[in-house]
């Protein structure tokens, strides 16, 4: 008998379509994704790909990014929920008054925003090449970043900057407990601590490694140690487990209880195989951007592809 995940992979193939997946989707997803990856790598491969339709496993952010970079291709988001809270943590009505304010800086943007505010932005970076694209600016230039105070606040250390920061957070990565984390650390001292720079500055202050989805990915696979505590989504821990299969990986505990007692990103677990296969069945959930709205958010997003 046929699986859901069969059909999907025939319907995909039926109507050349191509799965895209972040590595914070649910495992049954990243099993059938023609191409698993990190914000950096998806938007990569969204831009390259001469499918006639791409299916974003991902959220909105990501979704969009992909049909300003390939706007010929047909991009389907299969959740209507699949927001971000960092995304939100940034209105553009008050993002243009803060830039307003501040008219003499340059504005670098995370990838994890809306069209309207990758428009606005000189530059636009991933967590994979943020630290790039900020020392290729040179440092005489005053510089607004955005959203993500953590990771503004990591970058302005380790690029010796004094960046202006938006007041933004992802609540995924703000949630781990420092107390538990500690407690975890000390029944488990052979373990090393490897954390998203959009995890709280205590938690970065406390990490043996520090990078982005897939710098955390290669590290557990080059490195000599045999046990790791993970600061990010727990989803990426599935690959983790393939490629390092006799190391142990212990995803950080967070504040509050949920089924899993480790952070999940609810809005990318809104993604199921239902709603998947509904969306590329009925072609449904396609994402549009205003083509002028596009046009400018082009700009700052080329420029960071690019420069890699
Ligand atoms: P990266 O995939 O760039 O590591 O970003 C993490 C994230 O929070 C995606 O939403
Ligand atoms: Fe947004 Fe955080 Fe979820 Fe990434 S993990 S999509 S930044 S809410």
Same mark, same amino acid.
């Given at each position: 008998?046929?699986?859901?995940q069969?059909?999907i992979r025939?319907?995909l193939?039926?109507?050349?379509a191509i799965l895209l997946a972040h590595y914070?989707q649910r495992k049954e997803i990243q099993e059938i994704a023609h191409f698993l990856g990190?914000?950096?790598?998806l938007?990569?491969k ?8 791409i299916v974003f496993a991902g ?32 209105? !553009?009505?008050? #993002? /243009?008054?803060? @830039? ?7 504005? +670098?943007?995370?990838? =994890? ?28 230039? !005053?510089?607004? #970043? /955005?959203?993500? @105070? ?7 250390? +380790?690029?010796?900057? =004094? ?75 599935n690959k ?31 993604i199921?195989?239902?709603?998947l ?32």
């Open positions: 008998m046929q699986t859901l069969d059909r025939h319907t193939e039926q109507k050349n914070y990190d914000s950096l790598e938007a990569r969204a831009q390259q790909t001469k499918h006639d339709i959220v909105k952010f990501m979704a969009e990014t992909a049909k300003i970079l390939n706007p010929d291709r047909k991009v389907l988001l299969p959740s209507l929920e699949a927001g971000c809270s960092l995304a939100d943590s940034c209105p !553009p009505d008050e #993002f /243009a008054k803060f @830039k307003e304010q501040n008219p003499d800086h340059l504005v +670098v943007s995370y990838v =994890n925003t809306s069209s309207e505010i990758k428009a606005m932005s000189d530059y636009i970076c991933t967590s994979s090449n943020a630290q790039k694209v900020i020392e290729s600016i040179p440092n005489t230039r !005053p510089i607004i #970043f /955005a959203p993500d @105070k953590n990771l503004g606040h990591y970058l302005n250390k +380790v690029t010796n900057r =004094n960046m202006l920061l938006w007041d933004g957070v992802c609540t995924v990565h703000e949630a781990f407990s420092m107390e538990k984390m500690t407690n975890l650390k000390l029944a488990n001292m052979d373990a090393k601590i490897i954390a998203h720079p959009e995890s709280d500055p205590v938690v970065l202050d406390i990490a043996d490694f520090i990078g982005s989805t897939s710098a955390l990915l290669n590290y557990v696979i080059n490195d000599s140690s045999e046990k790791y505590i993970i600061a990010t989504e727990v989803g990426i821990l983790m487990r393939l490629m390092a299969p006799n190391k142990k990986f212990i995803p950080a505990p967070i504040n509050e209880n949920n089924t899993c007692a480790c952070s999940e990103c609810a809005f990318m677990k809104t199921t195989l239902e709603n296969y509904t969306s590329i069945v009925e072609e449904k959930h396609e994402i549009i951007v205003e083509p002028e709205l596009a046009r400018k958010a082009l700009i700052p997003l080329q420029n960071m592809i690019n420069m890699n």
